[in-house]
């Protein structure tokens, strides 16, 4: 009985794109009015975060994250302090989050999902999904996500390059959050779906 499908991230954008109701993509909305940026200076050591519920461990390609942390701890202990995260009541969880420097997400996207999304606008560098036609999407010539492959030696890679060059830490979260206020900007995305909607 629908009049029309909208897809909230390119992750849906491809099943749909051929349907005849599909109305095109908007973004999932995000209110940076209640979720701050939080200035986080690397002081001491790299924070890296790695949040684990059972019910999405397979589907989100925890396993990768996991040996890719066993293969940096082993070369950059001394730089990083890595919290991962499972079944912790949320204040903890939260707490710990808050103090990330880096959060890991996902393997398995295009772009980001609302976890992602949330992270960004706290000025997190979140490795989830950020590929090529995310990428083109929104017009991006730098890099506001680390794009994450199920492929342990390439994580390695993407983490070891932001330990040996923490500027690129900072650069890459300030970027995030100016992405999530112009382009998940909870009012402007209402605004799409009126536009939609009076269509």
Known sequence: NIQGVIASDMDYVFPLENQSKFLGLIPNPINTEKIAFINNPIQD????FLGINKGSYLSKGIVYFE???AIIKE??????????AQNLPYKEYITLYNKAHIVLDQVYAFDQGYNALEAMAK?????????KEFE???NLTEKVAINALPDVDYIVKELTHLIEHTTEIESIRKRARTFIEKEHNYLKVAEKYLEKWQK
């Open 123 to 131: 000025g997190k560098v979140v490795f989830t999904g950020a590929e």
């Open 136 to 138: 083109h999407q929104y």
């Open 45 to 48: 050591k790299i924070m890296i």
């Open 75 to 84: 070369k950059h202990n001394d730089k990083i302090d890595i919290q991962i």
């Open 67 to 69: 040996k890719a942390l």
